[in-house]
């Protein structure tokens, strides 16, 4: 469950955005917590997201990544990060009042057993938040996810059926969608992405270092006709109609 981190380059608009909708994952857990809740984050990153739910919530961080942990530790605190094995969270039953993982899910091998184990730390009435990739808009049916790190992707029914099957008694699927401009932005980027891999069949880019194998993506990026211009306005929203729609799932289970 390796996630590629702090890759050094200026951004295309195609990437700010991205974040942007990542960000925004986090705001829909803010809104959903309550002042002072306990909460654990399984997959930190970097940790600029804890450090928002941090405002509101007694909030700790894992990761299976060491060099991420200290990156965070470094940057926001110790107090909140720890590492652990990926697969045992290191807490009693009944431990926190939400849980949320942002993007992971994708890279999980064994996705029913990791959410149940987020389950079992959780309070009675406490939920788990997760988002990840809506595989309807960028993996063609048949086909394996072009981004090499991701086991699977998701259709709504899918990650629905994962949640039920962890055991959660509640389960709400939703998604994160965009402006026509953002969406035109994001499907670009996600078109890129997928001509990357065509000219890559044999997916050697797994054995390549990540600042070559993001340096070559960007060769391809510029080599694209672009019109200049500042990026586009427009805005993510969430909504629970059309999800096939959506550029990311949003998994909400109540245990």
Known sequence: MSIRKNIQGTQTA?????????????????DRVEAGQKVVEIGHGDGYGLNMLAQKVDIVGLDIDPSIVEYARKKYGKQYF???DGEHIPYDDHTFDAACMFQVIEHVVDDVTLMAEIRRVLKPGGF???????RVLRVPYGEKPWNIEHVREYYPEELEGVLKQAGYKKVE???????????????RRVARARKLRRLD???WRRFMPDQLLYDIGRVIVRAQPTTPGPA???????????????????????K
């Not at 699927?173 to 499907?187: A, K, N």
């Not at 427009?234 to 289970?253: M, P």
Request: net charge negative; glycine share 8%; charged share 20%.
């Open 128 to 134: 788990a938040i997760l988002t990840t990739p809506n």
């Open 201 to 203: 069949p044999f997916r």
């Open 232 to 254: 586009p306005e427009g805005a993510f929203f969430v909504t629970d109609t059309d999800l096939y729609r959506s550029l990311d799932l949003v998994g909400i289970g109540t």
């Open 82 to 84: 720890q590492q652990y």
């Open 173 to 187: 699927i939703l998604g994160i969608d965009g402006s026509d401009e953002y969406r035109t932005v994001e499907l």
């Open 14 to 30: 195609g990437e700010s955005l991205l974040h942007e909708r990542h960000v925004m994952a986090y705001q829909i857990a803010l």
